[in-house]
C-alpha cells in the first residue's frame, strides 16, 4: 500500500521521543558472543534472549505473544519508513545498524518470518532511499540487423556509489535463491514470505542499478 505520512510520523514521535514508551514497546537489539539477542519484557519477567530462541522462550513463557509481538513491532519498522519518510528513517539508522539487521536477515538458524521481517527493513531503512533513484530505461527503436550483441550486455547503472556493505545484499540475495533450487512448497507459509521478500529485495537493486551487467543476473 501507499504510506499516510501524518500517520507515520505520528507514530514515529510516540515511539521514539517518550522515553517511557520507548522503554515500554521496543525490543532492543544486541551483539554479544556472535549471537543477535532482544530484551524480552512481560510481566515483570526482563532477559536477553537470543533470537533463534525467542520463539521457544515465548512459547514457554507466554504463550507466544510477545515472539508475536515482535513480528508485529518489525512490520510496523518497516513500514514506518515506507516511501521514504526521513523522519522515520533517521531515527531508526540510529537504532538498527545494517550489520545487525543484515545478519539477522542472513542467519539460516533464525526463524523464516523473522527471516523475512529483518529482511523487508533491509529494503525500506537502506536501500530504498537517498541516494538511489530508480532508473530511467530509455526506449529505442533499432533495425534487427544492425543488432551486434555483446557476449554480456552493459546495464544502466546506479549513479550513486554503491558502498561494499550494501554490495553484500547481492551475494545475499543470489545465495537464498540457489538455496531454494526454484522450488516452493505452498505449505511452507513463512518461508514463501521470506521468499517473497528476497525477490521485492532483487526487484529494488535492479531498479536502483546495483548490477553492472547481464553476468551479475545470470549467476
Known amino acids: 500500500g501507499e504510506a499516510i505520512m501524518s500517520n507515520q510520523n505520528d507514530i514515529c514521535e510516540l515511539l521514539f521521543e517518550n522515553e517511557q514508551n520507548s522503554e515500554a514497546l521496543l525490543m532492543p537489539i544486541r551483539e554479544n558472543g556472535g549471537n543477535i539477542e532482544t530484551l524480552y519484557h512481560d510481566s ?8 533463534q530462541k525467542l520463539e521457544f522462550f515465548s512459547n514457554q513463557n507466554d504463550g507466544g505473544r510477545i515472539y508475536q509481538y515482535y513480528i508485529a513491532l518489525l512490520d510496523l519498522l518497516s513500514e514506518l519508513c ?16 545494517f550489520d545487525f539487521i ?17 529482511t523487508k527493513l533491509i529494503i525500506h531503512l ?21 543488432i551486434r550483441k555483446p557476449e554480456y550486455v552493459k546495464l544502466m547503472s546506479s549513479h550513486a556509489k554503491i558502498t ?13 535463491l540457489v538455496e531454494c533450487k526454484g522450488v516452493q512448497k505452498s505449505y511452507e507459509r513463512s518461508k514463501n514470505l521470506l521468499t517473497l521478500e528476497v525477490l521485492n529485495l532483487c526487484k529494488f537493486l535492479c531498479r536502483f542499478g546495483f548490477y553492472l551487467d547481464e553476468s551479475e543476473l545470470e549467476e
Open 102 to 118: 543484515y545478519a539477522c536477515a542472513n542467519d539460516q538458524r533464525l526463524p523464516f518470518d523473522l527471516r523475512a521481517r529483518f
Open 164 to 176: 561494499q556493505q550494501l554490495q553484500v545484499l547481492k551475494k545475499f540475495v543470489r545465495s537464498y
Open 44 to 51: 515483570g519477567l526482563e532477559k536477553w534472549v537470543s533470537l
Open 126 to 146: 537502506f536501500v530504498d532511499r537517498e541516494p538511489f533513484e530508480p532508473l530511467t530505461l530509455p526506449s529505442l527503436t533499432t533495425v534487427w540487423d544492425d
Open 82 to 97: 515506507l516511501d521514504r519518510n526521513y523522519q522515520c528513517i533517521n531515527v531508526l539508522e540510529g537504532l538498527y545498524k
